[in-house]
């Protein structure tokens, strides 16, 4: 009786202290992802299905802030399939996210069923970019879209890239819509930094000249297409 009672007591102190059920479904995210099947095409979508549930919800429908959180357990499950994840340990590096930004289009209301579909747009020296859709299974129609800036620290994309690839992977053109998000998070850095009275190390010219290079400059040293996929070995 008493090693239930310190047993129910550790377990409160958890709860009540940690979000466990985030670390616990994290963990099953990725260990089920071992067992399916391999997305070979790095740059390749992959679709997670998901219901809406009571504790998703707040006044009938999916609450803000829990489609942040089905994000994440999405990307988990997509950087464990295509590889992501694996080069990092290889490389020593780690991954963080930078900046997201969600649009929510319609409700997502209690017991509605969807898809998730993650997939990485494009990449610079610094992170990677991806786009995740929830789409109604009921409709068909977008739910809500988000941006997420994925930074990789000690290492960079194209390392990944090429670990995984065994070559030099181009880089997709840059999206509009993917553009002007990524002007935006550049001008907020600028401001805070004014703000604090720091130098944008960054600088406005240098992301004025990355959008000016012309699309056929952009080669890889394999000169190959960028609608080829980036399929791994």
Not at 2 to 25: I, N
Request: proline residues 3%; positive net charge; charged residues 25%.
């Amino acid at each position: 009786m008493e090693m239930l009672l310190w047993v129910l007591g550790v377990l409160l102190l958890l709860f009540s202290s940690l979000d466990v059920w985030y670390f616990v479904r994290a963990a099953v995210t990725v260990v089920r992802a071992w067992f399916q099947k391999p997305v070979w095409d790095v740059l390749g979508e992959q679709s997670v299905s998901g219901r809406v549930l009571l504790h998703d919800i707040d006044l009938g429908h999916m609450n803000n802030a829990r489609f942040l959180r089905e994000c994440d357990f999405a990307r988990f499950s997509l950087y464990s399939r295509n590889g992501v994840f694996k080069a990092c340990r290889a490389l020593r590096a780690t991954m963080v996210v930078g900046a997201t930004t969600i649009r929510l289009r319609r409700a997502l209301c209690l017991g509605e069923a969807f898809e998730l579909r993650t997939r990485i747009v494009v990449w610079d020296e610094k992170a990677f970019y991806l786009e995740q859709r929830f789409v109604s299974c009921r409709d068909g129609l977008v739910a809500a879209v988000m941006l997420c800036k994925q930074n990789v620290v000690r290492s960079s994309p194209d390392k990944i890239l090429q670990f995984l690839c065994k070559r030099k992977v181009e880089c997709p053109d840059y999206p509009e819509d993917l553009q002007h998000w990524i002007s935006f998070i550049s001008a907020s850095s600028q401001a805070l930094r004014a703000q604090s009275g720091l130098e944008d190390k960054t600088g406005a010219q240098e992301d004025k000249e990355k959008w000016s290079v012309p699309t056929t400059l952009r080669i890889c040293s394999t000169g190959l297409a960028s609608s080829q996929p980036a399929a791994r070995p």
